[in-house]
């Protein structure tokens, strides 16, 4: 597993490595009962400090998408599966607000906007 972040956005790091977990997930590249990385093993090889890592592994832990258990690490858990099943549902919802000229940034707001 590749996790990626950016040295340039003004984006959080430890809200970038979630995001690429989260990524990962919606591609179907991490399924339930994967294990991430050490969050040591994803500090050192990012140049970065470990409390990040673990940060963003407690954000996905209380988003419901990873179960933290010590001695075991951070596993994707099976509350993550509907992530996946919701990629081609969410593709396309883009690609609309696209053809409709709506932002990526507009679009973000409108979803917050409509949740219960």
Known sequence: MLIRIDGDSTAPIFDQVAASV???IL??????????????????????NVHTVLRAYQQLRD???VDLRRGR?????????????LAHDIRALVARAAS???SPATLASLVKESTP
Request: proline content about 7%.
């Open 22 to 24: 989260r990524a990962d």
């Open 63 to 65: 988003e419901g998408l």
């Open 73 to 85: 690490g951070a596993v994707i858990a099976a509350s993550a599966a509907p992530l996946a099943e």
């Open 100 to 102: 409709l000229g709506i």
């Open 27 to 48: 591609a179907s590249r991490l399924v339930p009962g994967d294990r991430l990385p050490a969050a040591r093993e994803v500090a050192d090889g990012l140049d970065i």
